[in-house]
């Protein structure tokens, strides 16, 4: 045995050299195709879906062929702008309009102290868990009539059932995000000196934002479809109002399509809140402070 053979230090190791030619080629990514740029934006894809089911729509009605069963897509399209011309349509819009935001506004406001005092005692916390327990799963179509009784036919009653039908998502899910903040966020806030209204617009609000906002949607989504149904019930005893009254008085005129086109114009509203309204709030808040992807 030699000394190399005893000593492993001393092992003498072949060297390998590389040269520039035999480092291998980057991978190069694809350019991508303008089918493929196209797809990625969210709004092309749901336009799509969107003439997707209005294509549905249009080849079952003219196979079913009965326009008081189920009028085409493209009848509604027409009566929906005979109705915009005739300036009924636009006058309901804005009626409902205008009294959905009443109601929205006001519910927020109660829903604002009602969360305030819940955070701020132990008491307004058990106030606050057990009037939503209460009152939350109450439709809040069922409080008309005695709304009715309260505050006569007009716009106090319907602004009344609006109320309850925010407050309480509102207040559930704003309450529920306070409690989410992280404990590190808060002692942050205390540590910097924040108390009362500085405390909770900088540290509780930002860090609960993304709660607060489910609940604005589910606020918006309850009232604006509470609103159509106290205005239905309305249209009985009714000869104004908004689109809800101009469904029901188009239906009992046997005008599917202007009824088809009402309810048209209650999918366009929220298909543009949602994607206009909260998308864009949801972009420039929660997405860009990292809190969703």
Same mark, same amino acid.
């Given at each position: ?10 092992? #003498? ?22 089918? #493929? ?18 294509? $549905? ?19 509604? +399209? ?45 008491? *307004? ?23 009715? $009784? ?8 319907? $602004? ?5 039908? +925010? ?39 930002? *860090? ?19 609103? $159509? ?23 009992? #005129? ?13 999918? +366009? ?25």
């Amino acid at each position: 045995m030699t000394d190399s053979d005893q000593n492993p230090a001393t092992i #003498q190791r072949k060297e390998i050299i590389y040269t520039l030619d035999d480092i291998p080629a980057p991978v190069r990514q694809r350019p991508r195709s303008s089918w #493929q740029r196209i797809s990625d934006i969210p709004a092309f894809r749901k336009s799509l879906l969107l003439a997707l089911l209005a294509g $549905i729509w249009e080849a079952y009605a003219r196979y079913l062929g009965n326009e008081l069963v189920l009028p085409t897509f493209s009848g509604t +399209v027409l009566a929906l702008f005979s109705a915009i011309a005739s300036g009924e349509l636009p006058r309901a819009t804005v009626y409902t309009l205008a009294l959905l935001l009443k109601g929205y506004v006001a519910g927020l406001a109660i829903a604002a102290g009602l969360t305030a005092f819940a955070s701020a005692t132990r008491l *307004g916390a058990d106030l606050l868990e057990t009037l939503t327990a209460m009152f939350n799963p109450l439709p809040s179509i069922a409080l008309l009539p005695l709304a009715l $009784i309260w505050f006569g036919l007009g716009e106090g009653s319907v $602004i009344f059932v609006l109320i309850h039908a +925010v407050l309480w998502a509102v207040a559930l899910n704003t309450h529920a995000g306070f409690k989410s903040v992280s404990p590190t966020l808060k002692m942050v806030g205390r540590n910097y000196g924040l108390t009362g209204l500085r405390y909770v617009t900088r540290i509780l609000i930002p *860090g609960a934002f993304p709660s607060i906002l489910t609940g604005l949607k589910v606020g918006w989504a309850f009232a604006w479809r509470t609103l $159509i149904a106290a205005e239905l019930v309305f249209g009985a005893t009714s000869s104004s109002g908004g689109l809800g009254w101009y469904i029901f008085e188009r239906k009992n #005129q046997l005008l599917i399509p202007d009824v088809f086109a009402g309810l048209l114009t209650v999918i +366009v509203f929220g298909l543009l809140v949602e994607n206009l309204l909260f998308r864009t709030l949801e972009k420039y808040t929660v997405r860009r402070w990292g809190m969703a992807s």
